[in-house]
Structures are given as structure tokens and as C-alpha cells.
């Protein structure tokens, strides 16, 4: 059409043309009147520290998404997650943090369906996600949200008899995320005051738990020390 306008040399119809096709809705473009939903998770996506969690996401109505560009993100659409375009991974687009650390799962892409996984999940990978597709000019994303959990190691108790605080049971225990919920209870349940210091390791995101009780006559029967992380059910 703007061809021929230009040949014609009537500026002022090719003008209106131009406008026109501005106006039109962004679902018409060059590959036909395609459109489409992108649709992820509806809850958080639940990963264990040292895991590998898979972000999925489909197209509604499920076309294939095979010569689409697709792109995992989280705050910067670029470096992102993970970026595929027309069956092939763009890795230059790929943040440091997840290099070497994603596989992309294409076994249903004929379908619409596609997934990252990330593998060996550290706390740094908890949080929001969006997956983005995209078709021509038209493009559509969802938001996906990672829940990482780190369940510790079997905490431990050791008796120290403290000069200042007199004889003190001493529970220690590392690797949780998020912060963890600590409580003691005697051999009959009783929930026993304590001391508790949490501290946060710079390089996993980690919390390390310290809690100290006094020993007192009445708990020498039995002493439990309780570590629980408020997103798994165990411990
Ligand atoms: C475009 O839409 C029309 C009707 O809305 C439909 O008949 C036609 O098949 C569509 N074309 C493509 C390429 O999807
Ligand atoms: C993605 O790129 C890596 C190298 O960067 C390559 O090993 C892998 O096979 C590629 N995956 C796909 C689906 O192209
Ligand atoms: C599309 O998905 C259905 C079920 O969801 C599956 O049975 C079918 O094999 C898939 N087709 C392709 C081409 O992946
Ligand atoms: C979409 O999925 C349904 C079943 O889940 C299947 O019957 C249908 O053929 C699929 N359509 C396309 C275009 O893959
Ligand atoms: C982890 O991510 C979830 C989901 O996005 C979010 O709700 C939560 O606040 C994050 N946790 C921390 C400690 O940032
Ligand atoms: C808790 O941490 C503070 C400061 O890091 C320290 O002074 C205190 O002794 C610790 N308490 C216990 C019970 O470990």
C-alpha cells in the first residue's frame, strides 16, 4: 500500500494510510491476526536450597510457541534468566548468576508450553519472575514467584556450664531460610524461656541458629530443642 502511494506520489492519501494502520490494535501485525495469553503459575513455585525448581508457563490458546522469542526475567528484562528465540538459547542475554545453572524445557513447546529450570537453588533465587513471549510485535508476559526454603541440619544439643550463667544447654544448628522459628519444651512439653541468636551467612543467605536455656532441677528429666521453618511442615 505505501508502495504504491509513494509511486503514485500522493503524499496526502498515503499519509491517512499510515495513520490508519497506527491506529489499528496492536494484535495485527505481520504474522497474521495471531493473539494470545501467557499464563504461569497461579501460587509460589516452593524450591529447596541446593534443589532445582522449574518455572513453567503457557500460551492460551496453546499454539506453538516454537519460532517465538521467550525470556525468563526477574528485575531487568536484559541480561534475563534465560532467553530463547526462534530454537535457539541467546546466552549472551544471560545473567552471571545463571550461567551453566538453567536447562529449558521445550519437550511441549509445539503446545504452547515451556519451562526453565533452575538448578542447585540458592536464597538468592527466591522472589519474583516473569516470563515474556513474544511474536512478532505482539507480546504477552505472566509473573511467577519463587519460594526458596532451606531446611537446616539436625540441630544439636551440647551442656555448657557458664561461669557468669551458671549450667546452660546449647542448641546450634545451620542452613535455614527463611528465618526459622526456634522453641525448647521440657520432657512434659512445657515451652522453656531462651536465649536466641540468629545470624546470616554472607555468602549462602543462610541463617545459622544459636539458643541457649538454663538448666534448672526441674528440666534435667528431658530437653527438646525445636527448629521449625514456617514454610515446610517437618522438624
Ligand atoms: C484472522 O481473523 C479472521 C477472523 O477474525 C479469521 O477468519 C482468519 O482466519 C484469521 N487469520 C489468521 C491468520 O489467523
Ligand atoms: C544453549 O547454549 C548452551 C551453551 O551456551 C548449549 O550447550 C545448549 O545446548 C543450548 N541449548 C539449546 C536449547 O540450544
Ligand atoms: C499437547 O498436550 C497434550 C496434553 O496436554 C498432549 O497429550 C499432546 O501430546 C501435546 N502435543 C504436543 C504436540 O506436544
Ligand atoms: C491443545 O491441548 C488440547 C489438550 O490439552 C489438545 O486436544 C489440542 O489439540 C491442543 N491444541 C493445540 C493447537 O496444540
Ligand atoms: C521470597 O520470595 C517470595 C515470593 O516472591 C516473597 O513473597 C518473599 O517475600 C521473598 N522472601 C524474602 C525473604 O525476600
Ligand atoms: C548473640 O549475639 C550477640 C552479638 O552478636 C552476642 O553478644 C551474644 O553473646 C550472643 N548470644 C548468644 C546466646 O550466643
Redesign the pocket.
Given at each position: 500500500m505505501t508502495k504504491t502511494c509513494f509511486q503514485d506520489a500522493f503524499l496526502p492519501s498515503c499519509f491517512i494510510i499510515l495513520i490508519f494502520l497506527q491506529l489499528l490494535p496492536t494484535v495485527v501485525h505481520g504474522n497474521g491476526n495471531v493473539t494470545f495469553d501467557v499464563i504461569g503459575p497461579n501460587e509460589p513455585i516452593l524450591a529447596i536450597v541446593g534443589k532445582g525448581a522449574d518455572l513453567p508457563c503457557h500460551l492460551s490458546?496453546?499454539?506453538?510457541a516454537k519460532d517465538m522469542e521467550l525470556r525468563w526475567y526477574r528485575d531487568k528484562f536484559s541480561p534475563a534468566v534465560y532467553v530463547y528465540e526462534r530454537g535457539k538459547n541467546v546466552s549472551g542475554e544471560q545473567m552471571e548468576e545463571y550461567r551453566g545453572r538453567t536447562t529449558f524445557l521445550i519437550d511441549h513447546i509445539?503446545?504452547?508450553t515451556a519451562a526453565v529450570r533452575i538448578h542447585d537453588v540458592t536464597v538468592f533465587d527466591n522472589g519474583t519472575y516473569h516470563c515474556y513471549f513474544q511474536e512478532g510485535t505482539y507480546h504477552k508476559e505472566a509473573t511467577l514467584w519463587l519460594k526458596v526454603a532451606g531446611l537446616g541440619s539436625q540441630p544439636r544439643i551440647r551442656l555448657r556450664d557458664d561461669k557468669d550463667k551458671g549450667a546452660q544447654a546449647e542448641c546450634t544448628s545451620a542452613g535455614w531460610y527463611p528465618r526459622p522459628r526456634v522453641k525448647w519444651r521440657d520432657f512434659r512439653g512445657k515451652v522453656l524461656p531462651s536465649v536466641t541468636n540468629l545470624s546470616v551467612s554472607a555468602t549462602s543467605g543462610l541463617f545459622a541458629v544459636i539458643s541457649n536455656v538454663k538448666i534448672t532441677d526441674r528440666v534435667t528429666e528431658g530437653l527438646f530443642c525445636f527448629i521449625v521453618n514456617p514454610l515446610l511442615p517437618e522438624k
Open positions: 490458546p496453546n499454539i506453538s509445539a503446545n504452547g
